[in-house]
């Protein structure tokens, strides 16, 4: 496994943790999370720990801010890495110092790697209209 260095690098890697997370909650398979994010980060991050442990805890008000900006759509319906990508960046922009448009960039960008070109644009409406809002 590499060093990450970047945190571009590692929002990717709270991007699949919290997929993975998600995938065990769904099919119903006990997990432990401090063990998921081990599996995936060779060393221990802070920056990684508060976006999962964040995401995880505050995911409802979370999925709420996204559906109330999601025209005739819910999260919900979004695929998997998308609906992370989305929580992570609302999460970012609500509970963190990030800048605004920094943690819209870096969602963007995972979107373009990860989702199709609609999730991207339904991310991309949806994290403009929660900072505008504000």
Not at 19 to 48: G, P, T, W
Not at 61 to 76: C, G
Not at 99 to 120: F, G, H, Q
Request: hydrophobic fraction near 40%; include cysteine; proline fraction near 1%.
């Amino acid at each position: 496994m590499i060093l990450l260095s970047t945190r571009s690098e590692l929002r990717e890697k709270c991007m699949t943790i919290l997929y993975q997370v998600s995938l065990y909650q769904k099919n119903k398979i006990d997990y432990d999370v401090e063990e998921v994010v081990k599996e995936n980060l060779e060393i221990e991050n802070e920056f990684v720990k508060e976006i999962i442990y964040g995401v995880i805890t505050h995911q409802n008000d979370l999925d709420m801010l996204a559906n109330k900006h999601l025209k005739n759509w819910s999260i919900d319906r979004l695929d998997g890495l998308g609906k992370e990508i989305l929580r992570m960046a609302i999460y970012e922009i609500k509970y963190t110092e990030t800048p605004d448009l920094v943690a819209i960039n870096e969602a963007i960008e995972l979107a373009k790697k990860y989702s199709d070109d609609a999730v991207r644009k339904m991310i991309n409406a949806v994290l403009d209209k929660l900072v505008n809002e504000e």
